[in-house]
């Protein structure tokens, strides 16, 4: 690690206010500045890296020109969002970034009053900037609304919602589209800039203004045929016919790292617009740091790494990542099947679609952020005999949900959902958590729901998924590396509904859902050697439920633990309900069910996470105990 870097100017720039000291000459050393303290803290807590790099002259030219926290800035994805939290008063805690008590990867209320609406997600700024704008115009306050959104964002239809429906209230919202992978017009220099200067200016905007209301006399037909030839004529120029049909005044596109450039454009804005406005800034992710420019894919989101080289630390697997092995067992089973076909929504690399997609391309889809299009679409395909599997984060498949229960479950139509990042997503917190896909899927009727325990049993699912074409059919597995327990050759097709006793005891049953199998096993150690003789089951199923699996445990134990890696109402409450039914917890049967804790969980590592939880191998044994009335002390210590 390198010492922390030399940064005189940053260092009287505490807070936004501040920067209205600092001479415009005086930026771009500031915003060198800022990019060598954020690399330095990126390097030592590991992070998002390429996106915040690519906005550090903007963020500057903006909370320069606008009053903020006065004016609201919305960050779309929070990702970007480091160097505004460097000028915003936690420059002091930024080397705390995504770790345990620490400042959060993304813009959080709770946080700050710098961060006006909480961001992990992506498309979200524009819908909640223009509510902001309504909420000041319904006030009477005179407040800017500024959404800075990246052009991968701009896929996803809430974002095209949004731009609509501003455009027809008319509200004082500024919308500034970072351009940071391929720019829709390219600026072409001083040309570009001295028009969007132009065109954002008092006379131009004044003029615009005028002429919309003398051409109000004419007539609305002769006023709207006049409007939309200027604009027109005007888009051609400036590439902005979309944004101006949307009800946009649209600018750029210019240069977003030239303070020349956004400075003059970002005041006219701001003391002349006076309905929507979209400023189009084109930028380049991982700007100043070399390795990121030079790979900005591989630089988007880091582990710790070196300042000087830019490598980053990996720490040697134990056993092969889960997103791998669905990765390579889905690529196994299309060579058996032509009719697979994979779907991504801009996740390629994180779903492991991109091995597929190297084997595979014209079965690969990337529909770019948009689940509710990924679902439905992976829908039409499986309407026509195809097999999709529609690859999500569990956090992101919840944005398809309507489109899960109306498009694919109703219809009972076979579409796979592999559910990558299930439970606990350590440093990225309660956001990307996978805490909620069982419960809302295990719901509805028809669909099959499973969870592998391990990487074997991920393989035996993806071929089991493969195979099943009665209808709609899930399986979720977690982030990170497998147990790293024998691998077969090729996975096995699961019996639909049935689970598996995996250590046979007598008087306590452990029945677990999922990756929480391991630390079971280990509990079964200490409660066999306590005198409890323990038998370990794995659901494998939340639906169907394995009937017999759980009849068996209820009649021939005293107590029954149910263990998830998921939220209230999901695996437990299937297995509660089917015992109420049948009569077994009337025959003093012992029942504790063990999920997520009722509360958003706080970013940590993940092993901290699962003993704050209770869901490791000493909560584990503590229930056991807890639901026979004894203590247990020191029993499980050793987990």
């Known amino acids: 690690m390198t010492q922390t870097p030399a940064t005189p100017l940053l260092d009287k720039v505490r807070v936004p206010a501040d920067l209205k000291a600092v001479e415009d000459r005086d930026l771009p050393q500031l915003a060198s500045e800022l990019r060598a303290e954020m690399v330095d803290a990126v390097s030592r807590t590991g992070g998002h890296l390429g996106a915040g790099l ?179 004529a005007r888009g051609y120029v400036t590439g902005g016919t979309l944004f101006e049909e949307m009800g946009f005044y649209h600018i750029g596109p210019i240069d977003g790292h030239s303070f020349e450039h956004l400075l003059p454009v970002l ?119 195809y097999k999709p599997f529609c690859a999500l984060y569990s956090t992101f498949l919840q944005r398809g949900y309507d489109q899960v229960v109306h498009d694919v479950a109703i219809q009972g139509l076979p579409v796979r959902f592999p559910i990558d990042r299930a439970g606990f997503v350590g440093a990225d917190g309660p956001t990307h958590a996978g805490s909620f896909d069982t419960t809302y899927l295990a719901t509805l009727p028809g669909f099959v729901v499973m969870a592998a325990a391990d990487e074997a049993e991920l393989k035996h699912m993806v071929r089991t998924a493969a195979a099943h074409d009665a209808g709609p059919i899930s399986f979720r597995y977690p982030r990170g590396e497998g147990v790293g327990v024998d691998m077969p050759a090729r996975g096995e097709i699961l019996e639909i509904g049935k689970g598996r006793i995996v250590k046979q005891g007598s008087k306590v049953a452990l029945l677990s859902f999922g990756t929480r199998l391991r630390d079971c096993l280990l509990a079964a150690e200490d409660l066999d050697a306590a005198g409890l003789s323990t038998t370990v089951a794995d659901a494998r199923f939340a639906k169907p439920l394995d009937h017999d699996l759980i009849r068996q445990l209820a009649r021939h134990h005293e107590v029954l633990i149910t263990i998830e890696e998921g939220a209230i109402g999901g695996f437990a409450s299937h297995v509660l309900q089917f015992l109420a039914l049948e009569g077994l917890l009337e025959q003093g049967l012992k029942v504790r069910p063990m999920v997520l804790p009722d509360i958003w969980m706080e970013q940590a590592k993940p092993e901290a996470m699962y003993v704050k939880a209770g869901l490791d191998r000493a909560g584990i044994v503590a229930t056991v105990f807890q639901a026979l009335g004894q203590k247990g002390a020191g029993i499980g210590a050793a987990g």
């Open 54 to 232: 690519g906005v550090v002259e903007l963020t500057i030219a903006i909370h320069k020109v606008f009053d903020t926290p006065h004016d609201r800035l919305i960050f779309d994805v929070g990702h970007q969002c480091y160097p505004h939290k460097i000028l915003t008063g936690r420059r002091e805690r930024i080397r705390t970034l995504r770790q345990e008590d620490g400042l959060s990867g993304f813009t959080r209320r709770a946080e700050s009053e710098y961060d006006p609406f909480g961001a992990a997600h992506s498309s979200t700024s524009i819908s909640a900037g223009l509510g902001m704008a309504v909420a000041a115009d319904l006030s009477g306050e005179k407040r800017n609304v500024i959404a800075v959104i990246g052009d991968g964002a701009l896929s996803a239809g809430m974002a095209y919602e949004a731009l609509n429906n501003a455009g027809a209230l008319d509200a004082r919202l500024i919308v500034i589209l970072n351009d940071n992978d391929m720019s829709i017009a390219p600026p072409t220099g001083a040309m570009s800039a001295y028009l969007a200067r132009l065109a954002s200016g008092r006379t131009y905007m004044g003029f615009r203004d005028l002429g919309k209301k003398l051409t109000a006399y004419l007539g609305k037909k002769v006023d709207r045929a006049i409007t939309r030839a200027v604009e027109h």
């Open 267 to 385: 005041r006219n804005v701001r003391d002349n617009a006076k309905g929507p406005v979209l400023i189009h800034v084109v930028t380049q992710k991982g700007k100043g740091y070399p390795p990121a420019e030079a790979a900005a894919d591989k630089y988007h989101g880091v582990n710790t790494f070196d300042v000087i080289t830019g490598a980053q630390a990996k720490a040697k697997p134990n056993a092969p990542a889960y997103t791998s092995v669905f990765a390579e067992a889905l690529v196994q089973e299309a060579g058996f099947d032509e009719k697979i076909v994979a779907i991504t929504a801009a996740m390629p690399a994180g779903t492991g679609i991109d091995k597929f997609k190297t084997a595979y391309p014209a079965r690969t889809f990337d529909v770019g952020i948009a689940e509710q299009h990924a679902v439905t679409f992976a829908a039409g395909l499986a309407a026509e005999g």
